[in-house]
């Protein structure tokens, strides 16, 4: 089911583009018609067009007349880079030769021309969306990679906390505000401190920038709770834009020649975007006082990457697909049962129980691959093995892969048929 079969296979070498889609379409359609066995991808690109990069991926997975499509396994034989890396990460199951190079960076593009502001911005502001909207695609990808490296270091955790003290301490700040539940029992920063151990030291950032955005998303939660949007009716709490709201009201007021009581408050709904901006600009100023900076640094730049950064995280596509989450990983979580057989109601239930941890998981599957797209970082296998982005190094890795997994399951199977007793009638 995992194993390389390069008798069935396409090789994607140089780069990435729609020449290359044309001239390996006949081969991946002749591969698709003659059985729904998988086929193994070589990958030796520097990259090339995203665009072309997805559609090659669609072509490869495409359904047949008589079956839905075939797996997808990737092999990076070389060098996998740019859209090449995220070809490799998308497989079904992913490896990587032991030489292997894969290099992910941030979106880009090439060629602008007649750069100005206006566009410059449009341009910064497109590109951090793209960013945004790979991660998550990759993360889906990537999850449960990262569940499977979990399972596999569970044993590793606390000797990795106790010999890297100092970080787990750092990793155990990020964590506190996170809701407990008897029901689940995932210790983040023991995995955190095994994954961090056995990253080479190039690739350690990453890691820790993940983190660094898990944290700054947890302060963010937690904080907001604090105060609410708009004075409540006979609250003595403040709301966090009870100003502005008087300012609205005013300037309505003098404009329609109405008294200001007569002049209703917006909708909460309708200071949203408005508060959650107040919101980051207080915790970003609160966190320059407290180090001794000046509060002048909480600029608007800085406060609408930090505002993209959360409504990301807070977009229903996240909340859908940590409840997914929840519902393929059972192993992780306690008290599921066989979830499928439950009442919608007693599924509703343990969902709603489990979901905060579960999401938390799933947010930090989503920053470690933002992170992967901040700049330019080359992965060895065994780094990108950790970090969610292959399945297996082939030859062995950090990890057991699945399919080491269940060679090893199977030769005890056979094992123990040949050692049992025989009985005789």
């Not at 330019?376 to 997994?405: C, K, M, N, W, Y």
């Amino acid at each position: 089911m995992y194993d390389i079969d390069w008798s069935r296979s396409v090789h994607v070498v140089g780069p990435i583009s729609d020449d290359l889609v044309s001239k390996l379409t006949p081969q991946i359609l002749n591969l698709l018609g003659q059985s729904q066995e998988p086929i193994t991808v070589g990958i030796d690109s520097p990259g090339g067009v995203l665009v072309s990069n997805d559609r090659l991926l669609g072509l490869l997975k495409s359904p047949t007349q008589h079956h839905k499509g075939c797996q997808v396994i990737t092999v990076a034989t070389n060098d996998a880079s740019s859209a090449a890396a995220n070809l490799l990460a998308y497989g079904d199951y992913a490896l990587a030769l032991p030489h292997a190079s894969i290099l992910f960076h941030d979106v880009r593009y090439g060629g602008l021309r007649d750069v100005t502001p206006d566009v410059a911005k449009t341009t910064a502001k497109q590109l951090s969306d793209l960013n945004d909207r790979y991660a998550v695609k990759l993360a889906n990808h990537a999850v449960r990679r990262v569940v499977w490296v979990y399972l596999d270091l569970q044993d590793k955790f606390e000797p990795s906390k106790k010999k890297n003290s100092d970080i787990a301490s750092r990793f155990e700040k990020c964590v506190i505000s996170i809701p407990k539940n008897d029901n689940v029992d995932i210790d983040f920063v023991g995995f955190w401190a095994a994954i961090y151990e056995r990253l080479s030291e190039q690739s350690q950032p990453i890691l820790l920038a993940a983190i660094e955005k898990v944290g700054w998303w947890l302060e963010f939660q937690e904080r907001s709770a604090v105060l609410p949007v708009l004075r409540a009716s006979k609250s003595r709490l403040p709301g966090m834009l009870d100003g502005v709201d008087y300012m609205v009201r005013r300037a309505v007021a003098d404009a329609t020649k109405k008294n200001l009581s007569d002049v209703e408050s917006l909708k909460v709904e309708e200071y949203r975007n408005l508060d959650l901006l107040v919101r980051l600009a207080a915790i970003r100023i609160s966190r320059h006082r407290i180090s001794g900076e000046s509060t002048t640094g909480a600029s608007l730049d800085s406060l609408i990457g930090d505002y993209d950064l959360i409504t990301t995280m807070n977009d229903r596509q996240h909340i859908r697909s940590a409840a997914r989450f929840i519902t393929r990983h059972k192993v992780m979580f306690n008290g599921m049962g066989d979830f499928d057989t439950k009442s919608e109601e007693e599924k509703n239930r343990i969902v709603s129980e489990i979901f905060p941890v579960a999401r938390f998981f799933w947010i930090f599957c989503v920053l470690l691959c933002r992170s992967l797209f901040d700049g330019e970082h080359i992965l060895t296998p065994a780094d990108a093995q950790l970090l969610g982005v292959i399945d297996e190094v082939v030859g062995g890795g950090p990890v057991e892969s699945r399919r080491e997994f269940n060679e090893k399951q199977k030769k005890e199977r056979e094992s123990e048929a040949n050692t049992s007793p025989t009985t005789t009638a």
